[in-house]
């Protein structure tokens, strides 16, 4: 019931509604015993992914021509969703409740992203801008953290480059829970 493209609704009218949404029922969930952690994100492994791809620069690379700029996978996630599916934070720092709509503006991004843009040097720190479809305006975002790589499409030609944003930034009501069970199959959780 929230809209990206307009940001309105009319049961979470604002960003700060969605989070207290996504919290109370993570809360909800995480108390129920047979549950060990939850996340939200807005695309999962091997998934469909909400948000689609973006191009961006590195802010202080050379510039290059707008069709020739790169693009990456784009996911919002909490910070939950790393820890719910045991993808580790390889280096830096993952998300945490202190990146909210009025702090700096961060990503995290994948282990291919660091090879193929980052080779030789440290990415934490660097900051990017994001050009965002649907006449969003740029946003600058300090990279804090890089995710460990996870699969892309069985049969992609290459490496699935991603941006990670914390879904307390860059808020959307087009979001998956992932929950991992404190014991069995996941299957009985629902």
């Known amino acids: 019931d929230f809209s990206v493209s307009t940001g309105k609704s009319t049961r979470y009218p604002t960003a700060e509604a969605v989070a207290q949404f996504y919290d109370a029922v993570s809360r909800d969930v995480s108390a129920l015993p047979e549950v060990r952690r939850v996340g939200w994100a807005s695309s999962l492994p091997y998934g469909t992914n909400e948000l689609g ?5 590195i802010i202080g690379d050379p510039q290059v ?5 790169p693009i990456a996978e784009y996911t919002t ?3 939950g969703y790393f820890s719910t599916l045991d993808l580790p934070i390889m280096s830096g720092r993952g998300f945490n409740d202190r990146d909210t709509l009025h702090s700096l503006p961060v990503c995290l991004v994948n282990e ?3 090879r193929r843009h980052f080779p030789g040097r440290n990415p934490i720190g660097a900051r990017l801008s994001l050009i965002a479809p649907f006449n969003r305006p740029v946003q600058i975002r300090e990279i804090v ?3 460990r790589q996870t699969s892309g499409e069985p ?3 290459e490496e699935l480059l991603q941006v990670y944003l914390p879904l307390a930034q860059f808020p959307t009501g087009d979001v998956y829970m992932v929950v991992q069970p404190s014991a069995g199959a996941a299957e009985t959780l629902t």
Do not use: H, I, S
């Open 155 to 157: 049969d992609a030609p």
């Open 77 to 79: 996630a909490e910070p």
């Open 112 to 114: 291919a992203f660091v």
């Open 145 to 147: 953290g890089v995710a």
């Open 65 to 69: 021509e707008a069709r020739d700029r």
């Open 53 to 57: 791809r973006w191009a961006f620069e």
